[in-house]
């Protein structure tokens, strides 16, 4: 359905959220936004974000320092 990379996109923005916000693991916010497959959900997080979800956490740790 067409619809799926809309929904793909909210998905990733709520885990960016969540790596930003949280000290959840990885695998848990993957599992929160829909993914069981943690490295699908790193796959897939870094195609839209260009880093890994683990870079992704400490860029946005770095950058309210």
Not at 18 to 36: C, D, H, K, M
Request: hydrophobic share 45%; glycine share 8%; no cysteine.
């Amino acid at each position: 359905s067409s619809s799926a990379p809309f929904w793909g996109g909210v998905r990733m923005k709520a885990a960016a959220e969540f790596l930003a916000n949280t000290s959840r693991p990885i695998a848990e916010i993957a599992e929160q936004v829909g993914y069981s497959n943690q490295g699908k959900f790193a796959a897939v997080f870094k195609k839209q974000f260009g880093m890994s979800p683990l870079e992704y956490r400490r860029a946005q740790k770095l950058a309210t320092l």
